[in-house]
């Protein structure tokens, strides 16, 4: 059974840092596409980062408004993939998502086949 399990998210002020973790389970990590999305409320849902392997190398995928501010990394031996964030803003106040494929990375959420059950983050001071 395919699972994703969110957790890390809380309230934070304005430039400080979380990190989002996602346990997964019923796939093997190493052969997956991991992404994150947020969705705040009156707004479409975003991809913020993904990463993914073929062979040796290492992809990494952000959007422009996080950029330089949040890292993606995961570790295959834990089954976990995290999402360090700094210099948090009130626009990044988000319900954030961990998301799961084969193999390659894609932008859009409904190429995503599995799906976490989301962590609150909230930026305000």
């Known amino acids: 059974q395919v699972q994703l399990v969110e957790s890390g998210g809380g309230l934070v002020q304005p430039g400080g840092s979380l990190r989002l973790s996602c346990v997964v389970s019923?796939?093997?990590?190493?052969?997956?596409?991991t992404a994150w999305f947020r969705q705040a409320p009156g707004k479409e849902r975003e991809r913020v980062s993904c990463?993914?392997?073929?062979?040796?190398?290492?992809?990494?995928y952000y959007a422009d408004s996080v950029k330089g501010r949040f890292t993606i990394s995961k570790d295959n031996a834990k089954n976990t993939v995290y999402l360090q964030m700094n210099s948090l803003k009130p626009e990044d106040k988000a319900v954030y998502y961990c998301?799961?494929?084969?193999?390659?990375?894609?932008?859009?959420?409904?190429?995503?086949?599995?799906w976490g059950q989301g962590t609150q983050v909230t930026v305000s001071s």
């Open positions: 019923g796939f093997p990590l190493a052969y997956y596409a």
């Open positions: 990463i993914s392997n073929t062979g040796d190398r290492t992809y990494y």
């Open positions: 998301a799961a494929r084969p193999w390659k990375c894609m932008l859009v959420g409904a190429d995503f086949g599995s």
